[in-house]
């Protein structure tokens, strides 16, 4: 057996008490968190408007491209380019809501297919385009074909990248804008159905309003809160590990690998516009405020003060993001990725004192295992 | 105030301590292997005493699951949980270099597997994604761990499995979930509502469905970790997948030839579970089982033989737990750090709490 040294016991000790102490030890007796409350909020404010803003986005990129996409272009016209970042921006806003109507019909992946491990998508994309496939011309035809030949990731291919060029024929711009098209509303109709499960009274949201013992998707008050508090958790550890991480060579492969929508350098739109989103969902869509309301006079217990660093930090990492947004290759050049790489450590900390927060005044179980078992 | 190390090393397993019951010291001197991740953030697997102390420890790439142990040279191999692709094999001797291997590219680890008798195939579950089969892959062990062929798990998503004791037939819990590594991370189950699950007995010479045992039609339970008792009582646990009923029995038990039968426990304890069972072990003797809820911070002690609830304990993240040397004794960890023995017949014992959050199963090494 090995005995413990001074030093293991005092870290033992350490240990012990913070296992020992209950979690919350303010002398104020602490309100009720409000789930219901906060549910009702972040569906009006955040979840209802995000998707409305996506399937606005999507209807208006269809409108561009039936306008401009045929035009001779070497790239996108600039009405095209702008609409597209329009949209990117609104999936990036909305992007971090993992749970309900978006994950019926594969339409997470049907939006963006991301990461795509095996390249399906350049792959699928540029046969499609080379043999002028008419099933991707027509929305409902492509809503049945592969996941990596709808959405924003076959969008990035089809406008910025995959053998475009100035010399194209007309027959072959013609397919191209017509796949573009065909992608804009797909995605349009899917956005809309997603909108309307959260929109409609007896859609996703009677569930969602209804959390309880009466309700068969969240039996407990709490596992709306739960669900939003997993959406933050998980969306930030993508911006960090996925979308930033993998792109600068820090991720688990410990090399570079391709960034999101990289062909017509939407990558960092797409990661602010995430940031944009969980900060919108944490303080417009009231867990700040649910954490810690804002006439909570005694801050003892340090609840309100971390609260506040949660949006900070997400702050902190937003403007290190929106800072280089405009770089162009900007996980290549030495200043803009060490911006990148710094905007990690705010994402971490912002991660681990929401979850915190969440676990002791929402009194989630936010487990190792019980959050993420197997 | 001084404290002693006895006092230091009372975990965090509140009820118990708030209770005021007189905590019992447990021997068990033996070996334990599970899977972890550090306050760093880190993936590591280990091998540790009963008192939270390590004998060996190797890095992961990723977050592991199930460890396994050769019944013959006690060396371990950890699995990736889905939908990951690696395993590595350790063992305590420190001057043995861990061996890691993989699937195929279309092939991924369940995060379970099992050593034959002899020691000389790995079996592991594995999903067959492109085709949504399930698979038994075969490793030979003195190769290196090459993957020398698979058999069909006769289901989908198979999870655990054990070897019945005293035959040559592999018990499979096919979990009943689609899954592919493109949709969600490979964790998202793309048939919620008709998870079609079930329990196999499969002959390991021939890859022969010898018997089939489902739950009816497909629903919502997922039937995912199982232990072999006495006389080849299996002892089955299930997890809820989706939309939540906890009056759903969630503990079976089966002997072949016939049907799967609910463990019927008290109503009070079915909410408790929380509509998931984590881990299923069987004591020594093979006369009592144990079972943890992760999600509802449990851990239930039930009788094989009769079905009888014997004990429940609370333990905030309760996950792992092991048979001991010791008869109707397990040893359980958490995702805080406890660990925590368990016995069936005596007061509550001491846990201890390390720096570590200790993943989904622990296992008896020696």
Not at chain 2, 105 to 127: K, M, V
Not at chain 2, 201 to 208: A, C, E, F, L, Q
Not at chain 2, 275 to 286: E, I, L, P, R, T
Request: include cysteine; hydrophobic fraction near 40%.
């Amino acid at each position: 057996m090995i005995s413990a040294t001074p030093g293991k016991m005092v870290a033992a000790l350490l240990l012990a008490l913070t296992a020992c102490v209950p979690t919350w030890a303010s002398a104020v007796e602490p309100r009720p968190f409000d789930h219901a409350g906060l549910a009702r909020q972040v569906l009006e404010r955040h979840i209802v408007p995000g998707y409305a803003r996506l399937t606005e986005a999507a209807k208006k990129l269809s409108r561009t491209l039936d306008r401009d996409c045929e035009r001779p272009f070497g790239k996108p016209p600039k009405p095209v380019d702008a609409s597209v970042r329009n949209l990117v921006d609104a999936w990036g806003r909305i992007e971090h809501i993992n749970f309900g109507p978006v994950t019926d019909d594969n339409r997470l992946e049907r939006i963006l297919f991301f990461p795509d491990r095996r390249g399906l998508g350049a792959r699928q994309v540029a046969r499609a385009l080379e043999t002028r496939e008419a099933a991707v011309t027509d929305a409902a035809t492509l809503a049945g074909r592969s996941v990596a030949l709808q959405g924003l990731g076959a969008l990035d291919i089809v406008l910025y990248g995959s053998g475009r060029s100035d010399s194209e024929t007309p027959e072959q711009r013609a397919h191209r804008c017509a796949y573009a098209r065909a992608i804009a509303a797909n995605l349009a109709t899917l956005a809309q159905a997603i909108l309307d499960a959260w929109s409609t009274p007896d859609g996703y949201r009677q569930h969602w309003l209804n959390a309880g013992p009466g309700d068969s998707v969240f039996v407990k008050p709490s596992e709306t809160t739960l669900a939003l508090a997993k959406a933050l958790n998980q969306g930030l550890e993508r911006v960090r590990d996925e979308r930033l991480g993998a792109a600068l060579g820090l991720g688990k492969q410990r090399r570079k690998m391709p960034a999101v929508l990289d062909k017509g350098g939407l990558s960092l739109a797409l990661i602010k516009a995430d940031l944009d989103g969980m900060l919108d969902m944490y303080e417009g869509g009231g867990m700040h405020a649910a954490i810690a309301p804002p006439d909570m006079k005694d801050d003892s217990d340090g609840i309100g003060t971390k609260a506040k660093l949660v949006a900070s930090e997400m702050k902190t990492a937003r403007d290190e993001v929106a800072g280089v947004v405009r770089i162009p290759s900007p996980f290549e050049s030495a200043a803009s990725s060490g911006r990148l790489i710094s905007a990690g450590f705010p994402l971490k900390n912002a991660r681990e004192l929401v979850h915190g927060l969440l676990t002791t005044r929402a009194n989630l179980s936010l487990g190792f295992n019980s959050s993420d078992g197997d | 105030m001084a404290i002693s190390r006895r006092q230091l090393l009372l975990g965090c397993c509140g009820s118990l301590l708030a209770a005021g019951v007189p905590v019992q010291a447990v021997p068990l001197a033996a070996l334990y292997a599970a899977a972890r991740r550090g306050q760093d953030g880190a993936y590591s697997a280990a091998i540790f005493t009963a008192d939270g102390q390590d004998v060996r420890a190797i890095a992961l790439p990723e977050r592991g699951h199930d460890i396994t142990v050769c019944p013959v040279t006690k060396r371990c191999v950890v699995f990736a949980r889905r939908p990951g692709n690696f395993a590595i094999a350790f063992s305590a001797e420190r001057d043995e270099a861990p061996q890691a291997f993989t699937t195929p590219p279309d092939r991924h680890f369940y995060g379970h597997g099992i050593f034959s008798r002899d020691g000389r195939l790995l079996y592991a579950t594995e999903n067959d994604f492109e085709a949504a089969r399930g698979v038994i892959g075969i490793y030979n062990v003195a190769a290196k761990f090459e993957r020398i062929g698979e058999f069909a798990s006769h289901g989908l998503g198979p999870h655990d499995l054990a070897f019945l004791r005293g035959e040559p037939v592999l018990v499979v819990a096919n979990g009943g979930l689609r899954e592919h590594p493109d949709f969600g991370g490979g964790r998202r189950v793309l048939n919620p509502g008709a998870i079609d699950t079930c329990i196999a007995y499969v002959d390991v010479n021939t890859g022969d469905l010898l018997e089939r045992h489902v739950l009816g039609k497909p629903g919502v339970l997922s039937l995912r970790h199982l232990d072999v008792g006495t006389d080849d009582t299996v002892v089955v646990g299930a997890q809820i997948e989706g939309t939540a009923d906890h009056d759903a029995a969630l503990v079976f038990m089966h002997r072949r030839q016939h049907a799967l039968s609910a463990v019927m426990l008290p109503a009070e304890l079915k909410g408790r579970l929380a509509g998931y069972v984590s881990s299923v072990a069987v004591d020594g003797s093979g006369e009592v089982a144990a079972v943890t809820s992760s999600r509802g911070s449990l851990t239930a002690i039930i009788e094989i033989g009769s079905g009888r609830l014997v004990r429940t304990l609370s333990c905030n993240d309760v996950s792992g737990v092991s048979a001991t040397r010791v008869p109707r004794t397990f040893l359980t960890t958490s995702g805080e750090g406890a660990v925590l023995p368990v016995c069936v017949d005596e007061a509550p014992a001491q846990a201890v709490t390390t720096s570590w959050l200790w993943d989904n199963h622990t296992t008896i090494v020696a």
